[in-house]
């Protein structure tokens, strides 16, 4: 832990991370008094973000969560106040090297616009989560405008690697705990830190005014630029990163009660 103080008083940014963060992992209902505490600190001048790896957030958090600015496909889509700022795809060489890949049976989920491609092998079903969104085969991914792949392998560690080396602009993460059979690759630029300094901008506040939350390996590139970290669970990787922690999402009520009388 860095042990920076806390930041007080306006203007301020309040980054988060989705899964682990504001919702339990694998669950993603808000906790019950989370929205109202928002709110109060949005009704004091405050702003909010998410900032997440997912491609868009699931139905209903933005209704009950009026956020200023919102990051998805791990920043590489950045949309504020309502209006798209940024949207990064693969080029078509930097997609052709992240899916020759030797996993064989590995299941993919590639994302664009909104919509879920899913390839799978024959003895796999899709998730009950993928049948909710309607996958469509990965054959019929719009050339040009694919913004993030996932993996789910037990060998995903070794095409991480590789592409860490060969590849090295492309944004890559997961594969090791707590995610150790699934990675995700977004194109060049497309990671959190990118994200959330384009956002700071849109919303005229500052770096060092913001406060970043997340749980995981993908949450490091905000944690490096943040003003201020709060790192959500246990994960060793993000110590070093973090200014304080929190045990998880049932904790962030009175993390941001406690802010409010900073204000």
């Given amino acids: 832990m860095s042990g920076r103080p806390r930041p007080q008083g306006l203007p301020l940014l309040l980054a988060f991370d989705f899964d682990g963060t504001l919702v ?6 808000l906790p019950p008094d989370l929205p109202a505490a928002l709110g109060r600190l949005q009704q ?9 790896g997912r491609d868009v957030l699931p139905p209903g958090i933005e209704d009950a969560i009026s956020f200023d600015a919102v990051a998805t496909q791990n920043g590489g889509q950045v949309t504020v106040g309502g209006e798209v700022k940024q949207v990064l795809y693969f080029s078509d060489e930097e997609l052709a090297a992240v899916l020759d890949h030797a996993m064989p049976g590995a299941r993919l989920v590639m994302f664009s616009g909104g919509q879920m491609y899913v390839d799978l092998p024959e003895d796999q079903v899709p998730t009950a989560q993928q049948l909710a969104r309607s996958p469509r085969p990965t054959a019929e991914v719009p050339r040009g405008r694919v913004q993030k ?22 944004t ?27 956002l700071a901008e849109a919303l ?31 994960l060793p990787l993000l110590h070093d990163y973090a200014d304080e922690s929190i045990a998880g999402p049932h904790e962030l009520v009175a993390w941001l009660d406690s802010l409010l009388v900073d204000l």
């Fill in 24 to 29: 339990p992992d694998g669950d993603p209902q």
């Fill in 44 to 52: 004091r001048g405050v702003r909010l973000a998410a900032i997440t």
């Fill in 149 to 170: 792949v996932n993996f789910f392998h037990e060998g995903v560690a070794a095409h991480a690697a590789h592409l860490r080396q060969h590849w090295p602009d492309l």
């Fill in 172 to 198: 890559v993460t997961g594969a090791q705990p707590p995610y150790g059979q699934m990675m995700t690759v977004t194109p060049r630029g497309a990671h959190k830190g990118a994200g959330i300094t384009l």
């Fill in 204 to 234: 005229e506040i500052p770096l060092a005014r913001t406060v970043a939350f997340g749980d995981s390996d993908n949450d490091i590139a905000m944690f490096k630029v943040a003003g201020y970290v709060v790192q959500s669970g246990t």
